[in-house]
């Protein structure tokens, strides 16, 4: 956990974050070298799409080098995201043309290697902006906490099918499941709207102080004073 700052300007990126970015672009960036020239030279024809896409992702990774190195501290943690943003898209873009359904790329091993790398990347960030009030991961655990049941009960529905509660009924039995389904909407709802906000609101906490947007520190308590 790096010092809070006072001052406008963000503290820098913490040094395992930055090792953590140093170590996905690398791999990111070699990956991305051999991409393009499979893009061109590993198939009958050209695939100057999949070409285009590598391309981007050097691009990209070469700033999450300079990142990694102590550049763009002003604004690490969207640096961070937009670099994993790229990396998620450029390959998703680029495996199409390899698979005869976008489903096959969700299972292409290029696909699943780049996709961790943009979660390490992103990750990094996060941890980045996070680390500058402690107050921040207080928010995230509550968010997370509120999230949960939305998670299970989705996980629920999708493992089962929702079991009884997704199989049409009659008479009465078909109005209590339904009631049942509004009444558990509505409450997933509600829990996913306040768990978004808490962990939004956990990333603006990172914003420095005297920065718009920035959250005001609570003063600190003095002692009170003795009666002499």
Same mark, same amino acid.
């Given at each position: 956990?790096?010092?809070?700052?006072?001052?406008?300007?963000?503290?820098? $990126?913490?040094?395992?974050?930055?090792?953590? #970015?140093?170590?996905?672009?690398?791999?990111?960036? #070699?990956?991305?070298?051999?991409?393009?020239?499979?893009?061109? *030279?590993?198939?009958?024809? &050209?695939?100057?799409?999949?070409?285009?896409?590598?391309?981007?992702?050097? &691009? =990209?990774?070469?700033?999450?080098?300079?990142?990694?190195?102590?550049?763009?501290?002003?604004?690490?943690?969207?640096?961070?995201?937009?670099?994993?943003?790229?990396?998620?898209?450029?390959? /998703? $873009?680029?495996?199409?043309?390899?698979?005869?359904?976008? *489903? /096959?790329?969700?299972?292409?091993?290029?696909?699943?290697?780049?996709?961790?790398? %943009?979660?390490?990347?992103?990750?990094?960030?996060?941890?980045?902006?996070?680390? *500058?009030?402690?107050?921040?991961?207080?928010?995230?655990?509550?968010?997370?906490?509120?999230?949960?049941?939305?998670?299970?009960?989705?996980?629920?529905?999708?493992?089962? /099918? !929702?079991?009884?509660?997704?199989?049409?009924?009659?008479?009465?039995?078909?109005?209590? *499941?339904?009631?049942?389904?509004?009444?558990?909407? #509505?409450?997933?709802? !509600?829990?996913?709207?306040?768990?978004?906000? &808490?962990?939004?609101?956990?990333?603006?906490?990172? #914003?420095?102080?005297?920065?718009?947007? =920035?959250?005001?520190?609570?003063?600190?308590?003095?002692? %009170?004073?003795?009666?002499?």
């Amino acid at each position: 956990m790096i010092q809070q700052s006072t001052e406008s300007n963000p503290p820098p $990126m913490p040094r395992g974050a930055r090792a953590v #970015v140093l170590l996905a672009s690398a791999i990111t960036l #070699v990956s991305a070298i051999a991409g393009a020239y499979l893009a061109l *030279r590993g198939g009958e024809s &050209a695939q100057w799409g999949a070409f285009g896409y590598e391309l981007v992702i050097i &691009a =990209a990774a070469v700033f999450g080098l300079l990142l990694g190195k102590g550049k763009y501290q002003s604004g690490s943690g969207l640096t961070a995201g937009l670099i994993a943003l790229a990396w998620f898209v450029g390959t /998703g $873009m680029g495996r199409l043309p390899f698979h005869s359904s976008p *489903r /096959g790329v969700l299972a292409d091993p290029w696909f699943l290697g780049r996709l961790a790398a %943009a979660a390490a990347m992103a990750g990094a960030g996060a941890f980045a902006v996070l680390a *500058r009030d402690v107050r921040a991961w207080k928010s995230v655990l509550i968010g997370l906490l509120l999230l949960l049941p939305v998670l299970l009960f989705v996980g629920f529905w999708i493992g089962t /099918g !929702g079991m009884w509660f997704g199989r049409p009924q009659t008479g009465t039995l078909e109005f209590v *499941r339904v009631t049942t389904l509004c009444l558990t909407a #509505v409450f997933c709802g !509600g829990l996913f709207c306040f768990g978004s906000d &808490a962990i939004i609101r956990a990333f603006t906490f990172g #914003v420095p102080q005297g920065q718009p947007g =920035a959250i005001p520190r609570s003063p600190a308590k003095r002692p %009170a004073s003795g009666s002499e």
